[in-house]
């Protein structure tokens, strides 16, 4: 299969790192050669129809800061063109997420779908600004759409609802979603340390980022619940349906008092179908929900099976290349391969 990456930042780097990890395996486990044949970045591109030297890439772009450095490299702004223009048959879509506009993902994916070209992304920008109208775009244009990654990292929330829980009526999804915040509270109730203080630490530690603003605000969580409703719910919701409150307030006393009677305090994201939510809440220690440091877990509340819960990792290049390595198996798959 021949793929174009679209963003070679942290995951496109970490799924070429898995690529060139697991070329046998997935030769020989799968039936599947996937064989990248353009990289591009903000500065430019690089192209080889019968195969980039993912090493050799990830080397030169390591050093040079952008793919355009490799042998026959192009500098540029070359998205459109490569997506439009290069024969291939899977789009990564992994630039940065603007949840405002949802670009530049929005278009990539849109002009790759139009291209005829299957999509895997972990951009929530394009999936909340835009996830009815990308959809059926895929539909119509006979094309695979996968974005697996884009909400619990390597957590398999999307997968687990719609193959193996097919079965069942989700009545409602509830989710530590993210890692920031979730590390921030663990902290917060182990050291009964106060806010400010352990969101310096996490940023010194590199767990935050340095404008933490939509982690903390709980916006990140409501894109990610946004997305779940709309996939995994058949709802037409927008983010600004979502009701938000973040865990700037939460204050240690509460997390000890909660502590006291058997509870901790998480930031959880609800989507049942009528009402989406976010904000602090008590879980019971031992609950699944109840996970420390930066894991991320989802419980689902379902008709036959009750409830299911599942927990792991929800960033990191490595961790989120097994959802996107994960896409590309099903569309493979999909496809009759
Ligand atoms: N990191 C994670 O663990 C994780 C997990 C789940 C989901 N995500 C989501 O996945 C996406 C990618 O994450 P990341 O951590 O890899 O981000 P990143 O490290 O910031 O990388 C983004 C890449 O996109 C490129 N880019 C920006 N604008 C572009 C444009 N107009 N055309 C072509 N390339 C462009 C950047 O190029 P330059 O370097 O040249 O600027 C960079 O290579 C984000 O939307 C993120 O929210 C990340």
Same mark, same amino acid.
């Given at each position: ?15 070429? /790192? ?18 990248? =044949?353009? #990289? =591009? ?10 195969? +980039?030297?993912?090493? /050799?890439? %990830?080397? =030169? @772009?390591?050093?040079?800061? !952008?793919? @355009? #450095?490799?042998? $026959? ?14 024969? #291939? ?5 992994? *630039?940065?997420?603007?949840?405002? *506009?949802?670009?530049?993902?929005? !278009? ?28 059926? &775009? ?22 687990? @609802?719609?193959?193996?829980?097919? $079965?069942?009526?989700? /009545? ?8 920031? *915040? ?10 009964? @340390? ?7 630490? #996490? ?24 997305? +779940? ?9 927008? &983010? ?33 179908? $009528? ?9 019971? &220690?031992?609950?699944? %929900?109840?996970?420390? $440091? !930066?894991?991320?877990? =989802? !419980? ?24 996107? +390595? ?12």
């Amino acid at each position: 299969m021949r793929l174009v990456l679209v963003g070679f930042g942290n995951l496109g780097r970490g799924l070429s /790192r898995a690529l060139i990890q697991k070329a046998s395996f997935l030769r020989r486990s799968h039936g599947l050669i996937p064989r990248v =044949v353009a #990289a =591009v970045d903000e500065f430019g591109a690089a192209v080889d129809e019968k195969g +980039l030297n993912l090493t /050799r890439l %990830l080397k =030169v @772009a390591g050093k040079a800061g !952008t793919v @355009a #450095a490799y042998k $026959g490299g192009k500098r540029g702004k070359l998205a459109l063109r490569v997506i439009e223009g290069v024969e #291939a048959d899977v789009v990564y879509e992994l *630039t940065p997420t603007n949840i405002k *506009t949802g670009e530049p993902g929005l !278009t990539h994916i849109k002009r790759a779908m139009w291209a005829r070209k299957h999509v895997i992304t972990s951009n929530k920008g394009p999936l909340v600004v835009a996830f009815g109208e990308l959809d059926s &775009l895929a539909r119509r244009c006979g094309v695979e759409f996968r974005y697996s990654a884009s909400v619990g990292g390597a957590v398999p929330v999307v997968g687990l @609802a719609k193959e193996l829980l097919a $079965g069942n009526e989700i /009545r409602e999804i509830r989710g530590v979603l993210n890692g920031t *915040t979730n590390y921030i509270l663990t902290r917060m109730s182990r050291e009964d @340390a106060p806010f400010e203080v352990v969101l310096r630490e #996490a940023q010194e530690l590199g767990v935050a980022e340095k404008d933490p603003t939509l982690d903390i605000e709980g916006i990140d969580t409501a894109c990610k619940i946004t997305i +779940l409703a709309n996939s995994l719910l058949g709802m037409n919701a927008r &983010l600004k349906d979502v009701k938000v409150a973040g865990i700037k307030r939460v204050r240690p006393e509460a997390i000890r008092l909660a502590r006291e009677a058997g509870q901790t305090i998480k930031l959880i994201g609800i989507a049942k179908r $009528g009402s989406l939510e976010v904000g602090p809440k008590l879980v019971p &220690l031992g609950h699944p %929900l109840a996970v420390g $440091g !930066t894991l991320n877990a =989802v !419980t689902f509340e379902l008709d036959l099976a009750r409830e299911i819960s599942i927990t792991g990792f929800g960033a990191g290049p490595k961790e989120t290349s097994s959802s996107l +390595l994960g896409d590309l198996i099903d569309i493979h798959r999909t496809l009759g391969g």
